[in-house]
């Protein structure tokens, strides 16, 4: 298979103006992203999508291949489907430019070892939660699976609700995601549905209309950056790792 991986580096923040060229020791959160990401030898391509001119002048300083995308984008997933229009590929592997402590080893499980690239394939990564706390913040989003790894359903919310005892695990979102040609074009033309628009998760365009999507399980490390405060928590993880 032709595959190729892309992560979307958006302009406008109103959270965190210019996330992707934040400063993480001494790089841009974007470098951390797309290095790890071209240790990872399946991709015959790695770009950096973006809208914003500062953000491809900063990502082509450090030798990212950048392709320029519309602004008027409200998800990730929607500019990944501009890049499927434009490039040619068997699969699109799409890493959230705001995950800078992901490896090639957990970026990677995302790919099925087999796959029709003519099917509707959608999957994503998700770990396990270390922090019981997290489980309960609203900010990060719950995943609960079937046993073939098929999401059941996502929720802000602790999900699934714990009445029988504490004995689970529970599951986060990780920002990797593959997609077919077919599934992104699926997503494109398919109007949001209620749950999508209530729980802000772009999943629910493939579940509420009875399209399977896969959550895989990578056991990694993942702190995505939403907010300035995030960087010192990425920063002190890398440095406790030298």
Known sequence: MKIICVIPARGGSSRFPGKPLAP?????MAQWVYEHCKEAKCFEQVLIATDSEEIRAACEA?????VMTSA?????TERL???STRIEADLYVM????EPLLTKESIVQCIPERLDPDT??????????DNPVEVVDNTNLKIVTAADSRCLFISRSPIPYPKGGMD????????VGAFTRKALAFYHSTPRGPIEKIEENDSFRFIENNVPVYYYNCHCKSLSVDTPKDIAAVEHYLEAQR
């Open 95 to 98: 890493v959230n430019g705001d």
């Open 62 to 66: 450090f030798g990212a291949e950048v």
């Open 81 to 83: 489907y501009e890049v």
């Open 24 to 28: 993480i020791c001494g790089k841009p």
């Open 72 to 76: 008027t984008h409200d998800t990730a």
């Open 120 to 129: 509707l394939f959608a999957a994503n990564l998700m770990t396990d939660f």
């Open 168 to 175: 689970y695990v529970f599951h986060k979102f990780v920002g």
